[in-house]
């Protein structure tokens, strides 16, 4: 033991008190969160084990954070083939689609071509009138694209299927969509609830396509494929890239056009080019240019709204934004933008920690007999990838895909799909 005397003639020699001093400094200090991220191929073992319960034919994964890519895929490219996917082979977005729709809203917006508040009505067809009336009366005021963008312009989800084999994503039409139209009474005034509708980001594709005076696939090939080098993704398909498509044991439908559903969920896409566009929304190296941060910012806190429908399948939304999904709270750390697609086979998922600079794609085909999604299993994965989670939990667990919103769901209406037949236009949906 130390005696007072040995203490103060310790303290008279800066040589020994100094060195003494630092150490009492040090452990008084509170204990650092470990700095060591993660590496991304650690994530390969639990994705195996995801796909194999998610019962997908075939799945591709891209992982970008920081300076870092990590490509894996898992199954086959079609059933029975027992050929692996590649990182060109062809994948359909599905919905995904849709923030690539608001980026090229963002852009005309930053061009001064169209604004958020603008009225749909101002870029519809001559003698074509946008509803204001809706279910219980008249609406206060018009739909606006920033409504169409985050679902709460008072759409249904869908007016109408293809028949026969036409193809996913070909139907309905633009004809068919505007002559539908002037008879729907909204489900709500817009602004006040949400409701996820394919058929409001057809028309706001229909809107920016009128704004720039040219069709769809040439201002989304001009606006975002050719600036960012995406070479496979597209609307219109080649040959060579439909032989390369991944095909799902039920409900693929054949490679085709789907310009008719281009602003809602015709696009199609490669791992590859998913790459460059995560780093293209997360600012990362390896791409030309990178995305404005409006187009991922949130225009709508969910507690303003009285209720939604249609946006919780990767977990509880506490806000929207032009297409994205907002999870957790923004002061969040774990903060996650997503984004959730499906149909024609498909499930895929985008999501971001943009905090963090990480973010994630995930494109898997169905297989014979449905398992959970994955939507959940990945935001898990990318919060561990992120190092804001110590473990990654079991992947049988986090697959369960059981979120669901929060946000009570009042007056919520239910209207009965068009058939496709000639539409009708004094009669609305649901009637």
């Known amino acids: 033991m130390f005696s007072s005397r040995g203490i103060l003639s310790a303290l008279r020699r800066p040589a020994l008190w100094v060195p003494l001093l630092a150490s009492l400094i040090l452990l008084l200090q509170p204990v650092q969160a470990q700095t060591t991220l993660p590496e991304l191929q650690s994530a390969d ?25 990590w490509m894996q895929s898992y199954g086959q490219t079609a059933p029975g083939s027992h050929q692996k996917p590649t990182a060109d082979s062809l994948v359909r977005l599905c919905s995904l689609s849709k923030i690539m729709t608001t980026d090229v809203l963002v852009k005309l917006v930053a061009d001064h071509r169209v604004s958020l508040s603008d009225p749909l009505q101002k870029y519809a067809p001559a003698n074509v009138r946008v509803p204001v009336l809706t279910v219980r009366g008249q609406s206060s005021r018009p739909i606006t694209l920033l409504d169409l ?58 809107a920016l396509s009128a704004a720039a005076g040219k069709p769809y696939p040439q201002l989304f090939a001009e606006r975002i494929a050719k600036p960012l080098g995406l070479r496979d993704t597209t609307v219109t398909p080649t040959a060579g890239e439909c032989a390369r498509l991944l095909i799902a044991a039920r409900d693929g439908g054949r490679c085709t056009d789907t310009t008719a559903a281009a602003g809602s969920g015709g696009i199609y896409s490669t791992a590859n080019d998913m790459t460059r566009w995560l780093k293209y929304l997360l600012d990362l190296p390896g791409v030309p240019v990178h995305q404005d941060p409006s187009a991922t910012a949130t225009y709508v806190q969910v507690t303003q709204l009285r209720w939604t429908q249609g946006l919780a399948r990767a977990g509880a939304p506490t806000g929207i934004g032009l297409g994205w999904i907002r999870i957790n709270q923004p002061e969040d750390p774990a903060t996650i933008m997503e984004k959730t697609g499906g149909g024609a086979g498909y ?3 985008i999501a971001l920690i943009p905090g963090r600079h990480i973010g994630l794609f995930v ?35 986090l697959a369960s895909d ?6 009570p769901m009042h007056d919520a209406v239910v209207h009965r799909h068009h058939k496709r037949q000639t539409a009708h236009p004094g009669v609305s949906a649901g009637q």
């Open 45 to 69: 073992p639990f994705l195996a084990e995801l796909f194999q319960h998610s019962g997908s034919t075939g799945m591709v994964v891209v992982i970008v954070r920081d300076n870092q890519t």
């Open 149 to 206: 963008a985050t679902h709460t312009a008072g759409f249904p989800r869908e007016i109408a299927y293809p028949s026969g084999d036409s193809g996913h994503f070909t139907f309905p039409d633009y004809s068919f969509r505007w002559q539908w139209l002037p008879g729907y009474r909204l489900r709500f005034p817009p602004g006040t609830a949400a409701h996820y509708s394919n058929i409001g980001y057809d028309l706001l594709g229909d």
């Open 347 to 349: 499930n895929t998922y």
């Open 363 to 397: 494109a898997a085909t169905n297989g014979r007999h449905e398992g959970p999604k994955f939507f959940g299993g990945s935001n898990d994965l990318l919060s561990y990838l992120a190092g804001l989670t110590p473990v990654l939990a079991d992947s049988t667990q």
């Open 402 to 407: 059981q979120h669901r919103s929060t946000v």
